[in-house]
């Protein structure tokens, strides 16, 4: 069992074909989550999970050891950027 956690500007559907047309095994899409800033996102969940990395963006383990935490991470992300660069300006 291995991962693979990044993002994508492609539609993710599109994206994971072209993951699983590359690979010599069946590849299952577990989940895509939205973020505000999907770079910061993915550079965070990647450091969280940094003991767990095989080789670039795959990671040994289950998509339910996972997803709690990529949910998590995503929405604090998405809560800063919102904080940072869109709260200001809504009460202009």
Known sequence: GVCKIGFTRQVPSKRFESVDAKLPVDVVLHGVYETLDPPKTEK???????????????????????????RRIAA?????????????FETA
């Open 44 to 70: 965070l969940i990647h450091a969280h999970f940094a003991e767990l990395r095989k080789r670039g963006e795959w990671f040994a383990g289950k998509p339910e050891d996972f997803e709690r935490d990529v």
């Open 76 to 88: 604090e992300v998405s809560k800063a950027f919102y904080d940072e660069n869109i709260a200001p």
